[in-house]
């Protein structure tokens, strides 16, 4: 089987490859004739490396002391977000390409404003800027940014606008202070109505990169139950382990080629017989021999595992201080702890004690010592032993990223908020240390949410009650259910216990949408529902649950954070108040297998996530977005995404026609 870190490889490449903030300016790269004496000439270099500015032939100036249009930065963000929507995702479940799904506008003219043509150059990037802000802050946000029903792109970008547009890349809470916030995090300096300048802009996207590659806005959040514990970034994944220049003897070049082969990956069963030959005469590079080794595909995993720890005896053998070659060699003994211990978890605690017998014959408090340890941590983490973990952690977790990030996730996770808030508060670090600052205030951020759960979940519940107990109210939404999509307005009336929804549906089978009409009976917990190949009426019992969102969906709000651990985020803009539900799998994995469900028995969920937009003056629901998913023992992959738009001024009656009900009746 093709082991994990060679499946992350590829991953990892292409983050690389689309990530900003990766290129670095290269010596004598002038791609402007303006700009050798500018201060911000190294950030304009990275920014045209990363592919936020335009140049060449045909843009031979950039401008730097001009001040940049509306249309120009809202471009820059645009290019910001596609390098890093990974960072955004937990936020705006959002996938590639997903504005697409508006169109161009000819039925239901998307963007608000008369004066961005679908026909020029600046459309698109605001378009999709929109729809970003959309689905972060609620409907009309960009609005919030350029009031009216004219843009007026080509007007000078101030300091205040530009903020708060960069706030989509922050946790920051309230729009009102998004201003502030862009200027502690150094992206801007200057005051609120001053136009921002090309080369300001270019410095703030070159911090803002730097900044998006280091971390997670939320840095606590593990909504998948895959993030933690965390163990650093591998850079290079396919080192020789030694320098072979010149000319090569036989073995190193069959070395070399063997390296080559793997990271290509081309290597044959010949790639692995070449690299055991090399073994057997005892070729110098034993470390790399033996740690190439433990990727043969055609090998037990204890056999890999066992080559693994070969690799670490012979570094150590080296008797050589090399702190990176150390941490790979360690990860990869963790990769392989992750393979089996998905099998059989006992192989977490036995491998931890194989990797820890390493730990006497290195110098405490070095980054040595911090290559090992932090994988010795993590496999306790994964060997239930969380306090021993904790106390290791906090040995290094001042000069240590991924330490200090597990030390105060767990520390939450074990209910020891307090702890968490002290750990970071102590926190000092240099602030040449750009990563430590960034990560020490992220940190606090999250932890302050996290001292907020108890009131956000009051509000929302608030705003959830609001609904259940309006007497009727309108709804226009369009869900994607497992391939089929569905375009539809739901009135209900509650005072009647009836609703009645039409619209559209596509089947994945068909080329052309059917009629989707259903009426409900809540009295007598009926559902009547048009079928479009018969041209009639259809009647089923209501209250089955089939999916596990519909379970999840009955559960009140304090049952889904005392039941289901659910963690909520709350932020303003606006008129809104933007509140973000995320539900771990393995909570919702437990619970739901003793559920009776029409689908069957839930074997995993990858992803559950709700985002509520509440009016912050009305406190009503304004609306809500969703995205789950299931995976069943019956191995059927459910798919669930959406949106609701809610009205509750629409005074809707609903009676269910008696030609329906006949046309039913036995």
Do not use: C
């Not at 803002?208 to 650093?232: E, H, N, R």
């Not at 090399?322 to 392989?336: G, I, K």
């Not at 998905?342 to 017998?357: H, I, M, N, Q």
């Not at 609904?467 to 109210?473: E, I, R």
């Amino acid at each position: 089987m093709q082991k994990l870190i060679r499946t992350f490889s590829g991953f990892v490449l292409a983050a690389a490859l689309m990530t900003p903030g990766f290129a670095s300016a290269a010596g004598g790269f002038m791609p402007y004739g303006d700009i050798s004496n500018h201060w911000a000439k190294a950030s304009i270099i990275r920014g045209v490396q990363a592919g936020l500015f335009a140049a060449g032939s045909k843009a031979p100036l950039f401008y730097p002391n001009r001040a940049m249009t509306r249309a120009e930065f809202v471009a820059l963000i645009d290019r910001l977000y596609n390098g890093s929507q990974y960072q955004l995702y937990p936020l705006t479940f959002l996938s590639e390409h997903a504005e697409w799904s508006r169109g161009e506008g000819f039925d239901e003219p998307y963007l608000p404003y008369k004066d961005v043509d679908r026909l020029t150059w600046m459309y698109n990037p605001i378009l999709r800027v929109s729809y970003l802000m959309d689905r972060l802050y609620g409907p009309d946000a960009i609005s919030q940014v350029f009031p009216g029903d004219h843009m007026y792109p080509n007007q000078p970008i101030t300091q205040e606008e530009a903020a708060k547009l960069m706030q989509i890349f922050t946790m920051n809470g309230d729009s009102q202070t998004a201003f502030d916030e862009a200027k502690s995090w150094g992206w801007i300096d200057g005051e609120r109505k001053d136009a921002l300048k090309r080369g300001e802009a270019a410095a703030a996207a070159d911090h803002l990169m730097t900044y998006l590659v280091q971390d997670s806005i939320l840095p606590l959040l593990d909504y998948d139950g895959s993030k933690f514990p965390m163990v650093p970034e591998i850079r290079e994944l396919y080192p020789l382990f030694a320098t072979y220049e010149g000319q090569k003897t036989s073995d190193e070049q069959a070395y070399v080629d063997a390296v080559e082969a793997i990271r290509n990956h081309e290597d044959t069963e010949d790639t692995f017989a070449d690299l055991r030959q090399l073994e057997k005469r005892s070729f110098s590079n034993q470390v790399g021999v033996h740690f190439y080794l433990s990727w043969d595909p055609s090998t037990p995993l204890t056999d890999n595992l066992d080559e693994a720890f070969r690799a670490i005896d012979a570094y150590f053998q080296d008797k050589v201080i090399l702190p990176e070659t150390l941490q790979l060699l360690s990860a990869n003994v963790y990769d392989l702890a992750l393979q089996m211990g998905a099998v059989d978890p006992r192989a977490y605690g036995d491998v931890r004690k194989r990797l820890g017998s390493y730990e006497s014959k290195l110098k405490q408090d070095t980054k040595e010592w911090e290559s090992l340890a932090i994988y010795l941590g993590a496999l306790e983490i994964k060997a239930g032993q969380t306090d021993e973990a904790l106390s290791r952690y906090g040995l290094f977790a001042s000069k240590h990223p991924e330490a200090l990030l597990n030390s105060a996730y767990y520390l939450v996770q074990e209910g020891r908020l307090e702890e968490a808030k002290t750990l970071v508060s102590q926190q000092k670090p240099k602030t040449s240390d750009h990563r430590m600052v960034q990560l020490v205030k992220l940190l606090d951020q999250d932890l302050k949410s996290l001292e907020e759960q108890a009131s956000i979940a009051t509000d929302l519940s608030f705003a959830l009650r609001r609904l259940d107990t309006a007497d009727s109210y309108r709804v226009k939404g369009e869900a994607f259910l497992s391939g089929y999509s569905f375009k539809y307005t739901q009135d209900v009336d509650a005072l009647h216990k009836t609703s009645h929804t039409s619209g559209l549906y596509q089947s994945p089978q068909k080329l052309v949408s059917d009629k989707l009409e259903t009426y409900t009976d809540g009295n007598q917990m009926i559902q009547y529902t048009y079928d479009t190949d018969k041209q009639s009426w259809s009647q089923q019992k209501t209250g089955k649950v089939d999916f596990l969102h519909e379970w999840v969906d009955s559960l009140s709000i304090k049952e889904r954070q005392n039941l289901l651990h659910a963690r909520y985020f709350k932020q303003s803009f606006g008129p809104y108040d933007i509140i973000t539900e995320w539900i771990p799998g393995t909570s919702l994995e437990e619970k739901g297998k003793a559920q009776s469900l029409g689908r069957g028995k839930i074997k995993n969920v990858p992803l559950y996530m709700n985002k509520y937009y509440i009016d912050r003056q009305s406190h009503q629901l304004v609306q809500h977005v969703w995205r789950y998913e299931e995976v069943y023992e019956s191995k059927e992959y459910v798919a669930y995404s959406g949106t609701d738009t809610y009205d509750l001024s629409a005074n809707v009656k609903v009676f269910i026609p008696g030609e329906v009900r006949k046309e039913v009746t036995p």
